[in-house]
C-alpha cells in the first residue's frame, strides 16, 4: 500500500486521554454468540487477511473509522485530512474466540510503538487503534494493552477509543490479499504478517488455515 504522509496526532500515556473512560455511553450489548470490535494497525490488507484466518472470526470488514468525513473515499483518508483511521471490524463468536485472544494477535501482527506509521506506510490513517463498542470491553483491553506495554518498554502509543463514524471502504479493498496475492505488497508486506500470525498462533487457527 502506498505511503501517505500527514501530520501526526497527538499521543497520550493517560486512560482518559486513550479513550479508558468508564463513564462513556454503552451501545446495545452484543447477543452471547456474536460480538464486535474495531482495530487499527495499520494498512488493513494486512490485517483482514490475518483475521479472516482466526478461529471464531465470522466476518472481516475492511473500513474507516473515527474521523469526521461522512461516508470518506480510500483518496480522501489517505490524504490525511479526514482523520479516520484505516481498520478492520472483526465480528466473532466469544464462545469460540475471546476478545483478549484477538487482541494478543493484534498486538504481535503489527508495531504499537510507532507513532502514525507502519513500516512505510506513514499518515494518521496508519495509526494503532482499538475502537469498542461497549464499555464492558475495556476490561479486557485494559489488559492486554498493559501487557503489551510491558513487552514493548512502556512505548505502546495505541490509542483506545469508542467507534465513531465507522464506513466500510470500497469493495475492491475487501479480502484483496486473498483476491491479489501476487500483488508486490501483498507477497512482501501482507504474507509476513500472515505468516507470523499461523507460527505463533497455531492453537487460533481455523482448520482451513492450518490445512
Same mark, same amino acid.
Given at each position: 500500500?502506498?505511503?501517505?504522509?500527514?501530520?501526526?496526532?497527538?499521543?497520550?500515556?493517560?486512560?482518559?486521554?486513550?479513550?479508558?473512560?468508564?463513564?462513556?455511553?454503552?451501545?446495545?450489548?452484543?447477543?452471547?454468540?456474536?460480538?464486535?470490535?474495531?482495530?487499527?494497525?495499520?494498512?488493513?490488507?494486512?490485517?483482514?487477511?490475518?483475521? =479472516?484466518?482466526?478461529?471464531?472470526?465470522?466476518?472481516?470488514?475492511?473500513?474507516?473509522?473515527?474521523?469526521?468525513?461522512?461516508?470518506?473515499?480510500?483518496?480522501?483518508?489517505?490524504?490525511?485530512?479526514?482523520?479516520?483511521?484505516?481498520?478492520?471490524?472483526?465480528?466473532?463468536?466469544?464462545?469460540?474466540?475471546?476478545?483478549?485472544?484477538?487482541?494478543?494477535?493484534?498486538?504481535?501482527?503489527?508495531?504499537?510503538?510507532?507513532?502514525?506509521?507502519?513500516?512505510?506506510?506513514?499518515?494518521?490513517?496508519?495509526?494503532?487503534?482499538?475502537?469498542?463498542?461497549?464499555? /464492558?470491553?475495556?476490561? /479486557?483491553?485494559?489488559?492486554?494493552?498493559?501487557?503489551?506495554?510491558?513487552?514493548?518498554?512502556?512505548?505502546?502509543?495505541?490509542?483506545?477509543?469508542?467507534?465513531?463514524?465507522?464506513?466500510?471502504?470500497?469493495?475492491?479493498?475487501?479480502?484483496?490479499?486473498?483476491?491479489?496475492?501476487?500483488?508486490?505488497?501483498?507477497?512482501?508486506?501482507?504474507?509476513?504478517?500472515?505468516?507470523?500470525?499461523?507460527?505463533?498462533?497455531?492453537? =487460533?487457527?481455523?482448520?482451513?488455515?492450518?490445512?
Amino acid at each position: 500500500m502506498t505511503a501517505h504522509a500527514s501530520s501526526p496526532s497527538s499521543s497520550s500515556s493517560s486512560p482518559a486521554a486513550n479513550g479508558l473512560d468508564p463513564s462513556a455511553s454503552t451501545g446495545p450489548r452484543a447477543g452471547a454468540t456474536e460480538d464486535l470490535i474495531t482495530l487499527g494497525g495499520g494498512c488493513f490488507w494486512c490485517t483482514e487477511a490475518v483475521f =479472516l484466518r482466526v478461529k471464531g472470526v465470522l466476518s472481516v470488514e475492511s473500513g474507516y473509522t473515527n474521523g469526521a468525513t461522512q461516508n470518506p473515499s480510500y483518496e480522501q483518508v489517505c490524504s490525511g485530512n479526514t482523520g479516520h483511521s484505516e481498520v478492520v471490524r472483526v465480528r466473532f463468536d466469544p464462545r469460540q474466540v475471546s476478545l483478549s485472544d484477538l487482541l494478543q494477535v493484534f498486538f504481535t501482527i503489527h508495531d504499537p510503538t510507532t507513532l502514525n506509521r507502519q513500516g512505510a506506510d506513514v499518515g494518521t490513517q496508519y495509526r494503532s487503534g482499538i475502537y469498542y463498542q461497549r464499555t /464492558d470491553q475495556l476490561a /479486557d483491553i485494559r489488559q492486554v494493552m498493559d501487557e503489551a506495554n510491558r513487552a514493548h518498554g512502556g512505548k505502546v502509543v495505541t490509542e483506545v477509543q469508542p467507534e465513531q463514524n465507522y464506513w466500510p471502504a470500497e469493495a475492491y479493498h475487501q479480502r484483496y490479499f486473498e483476491n491479489h496475492p501476487e500483488q508486490g505488497y501483498c507477497a512482501f508486506v501482507v504474507a509476513p504478517k500472515v505468516d507470523k500470525f499461523m507460527l505463533r498462533f497455531k492453537a =487460533l487457527m481455523k482448520d482451513e488455515a492450518a490445512a
